[in-house]
């Protein structure tokens, strides 16, 4: 079974629309997290999510929302999409303990606004 | 804010050659975690440092922490094909906040 799980793997919309996409780890973590990679391959940390809260939400357009039903499943969502979303998004999970804290990433979802 | 700056950017070699990324912070680092992301994959977690001078060995890969804990190295020796991808350094900080390095991009030319 995939640890950490995301769909859909691949995503082409077009601008102004809005997409969700999904996640669900079997982990048993309690925190989990949105990155976004663009094409220079930078990863940069979105959002993360502890017992439902949210606990980082770094300066990203308040057009991502992330939503946690239950701590085994984040997703996120996005209104009006714009041509610059367009990156490769990373779901993680990790049971954070002090000084350890290894992410377990997900497949990716290849996102392309036309 | 704080920053891990990772180089090269890229590095390209010949089968055999050695390897060899670095992270530097101007801040000390907590800890420092290594992860390698293939071709179209996702990062996966290689190996977390967290002691000064610290220094771990995965078969051809030897990972350094500096004493000042302000920089950390990956090297590989006799690199393979299969080496190839994005290596990346990151720090865990506030028990739930990650820092990741911009990545270093291999490529191995057999």
């Known amino acids: 079974d995939t640890a950490v799980s995301q769909t859909p793997k691949y995503l082409v919309t077009q601008m102004g629309n809005d997409k969700s996409i999904k996640c669900e780890q079997n982990?048993?973590?309690?925190?989990m997290y949105w990155y976004k990679q663009d094409s220079k391959k930078f990863l940069k940390i979105m959002f993360s999510y502890n017992n439902k809260e949210l606990i980082i939400n770094e300066t990203v357009p308040n057009r991502f929302s992330p939503k946690s039903p239950d701590k085994a499943h984040l997703n996120l969502h996005i209104n009006s999409l714009e041509l610059g979303d367009s990156a490769v998004y990373f779901c993680?999970?990790?049971?954070?303990?002090?000084?350890?804290?290894?992410?377990?990433f997900g497949a990716g979802t290849r996102l392309s606004v036309l | 804010g704080q920053q891990v700056m990772q180089i090269p950017q890229y590095q390209h070699v010949q089968e055999g050659e050695d390897f060899t990324t670095y992270c530097n912070s101007s801040?000390?680092?907590?800890?420092i975690q290594w992860y390698k992301q293939r071709p179209g994959g996702h990062p996966v977690f290689l190996i977390q440092l967290v002691k000064s001078g610290e220094v771990k060995k995965q078969k051809r890969l030897t990972f350094q922490f500096g004493e000042a804990k302000k920089n950390s190295s990956l090297h590989i020796t006799a690199t393979q094909t299969t080496d190839v991808g994005t290596y990346f350094c990151?720090?865990?900080?506030?028990?739930?906040?990650?820092?990741f390095g911009a990545g270093t991009r291999l490529t191995v030319k057999p």
């Open positions: 982990l048993g973590h309690d925190t």
């Open positions: 993680a999970s990790s049971q954070a303990q002090a000084g350890y804290n290894i992410q377990y």
């Open positions: 801040t000390t680092l907590s800890n």
């Open positions: 990151a720090e865990s900080y506030n028990n739930n906040d990650m820092r």
